[in-house]
């Protein structure tokens, strides 16, 4: 509990009496616990806000360095994935369509489908060349 951020007196508590942020602590210290290599996290900061999945994505990537694990990182927030993952791989329809080093997926995509969510992200500030094109059909 220690490890992930949590403090002796919350295992007493009820899981109504705990944060989001909390919650997501408590689910990687039950993953921990059986000592795990790979641990798959599947949208496991979607419902978090800004800070506290800054916090928790720092928490993973402390662990992953610390116990050399090694995480299925799932998840529908390419900003995260390009944050979190070494390799990343597109699905679409539930079938892979792109696979590779997260920069050369995020500098240089191959598939159609992979440039239309990458322009689908949203931006701090509007590029004005950038059109509006729907996504490919599966």
Request: aromatic fraction near 6%.
């Amino acid at each position: 509990m220690h490890r992930v951020g949590l403090l002796p007196e919350h295992a007493e508590r009820y899981p109504h009496q705990f944060s989001g942020g909390q919650r997501q602590r408590i689910a990687i210290a039950r993953a921990l616990s059986l000592s795990p290599d790979f641990i798959i996290a599947d949208e496991a900061v979607s419902a978090l806000d800004v800070s506290v999945r800054a916090q928790v994505l720092n928490l993973l990537v402390d662990l992953q360095e610390e116990r050399n694990l090694t995480f299925l990182f799932i998840s529908h927030d390419l900003g995260t994935v390009r944050q979190f993952a070494d390799r990343v791989a597109i699905m679409q329809g539930g079938m892979l369509v792109e696979e590779g080093e997260t920069e050369q997926i995020f500098e240089d995509p191959r598939e159609e489908y992979t440039k239309a969510l990458l322009r689908a992200v949203p931006r701090m500030t509007p590029r004005s060349d950038r059109r509006r094109r729907p996504l490919p059909a599966p």
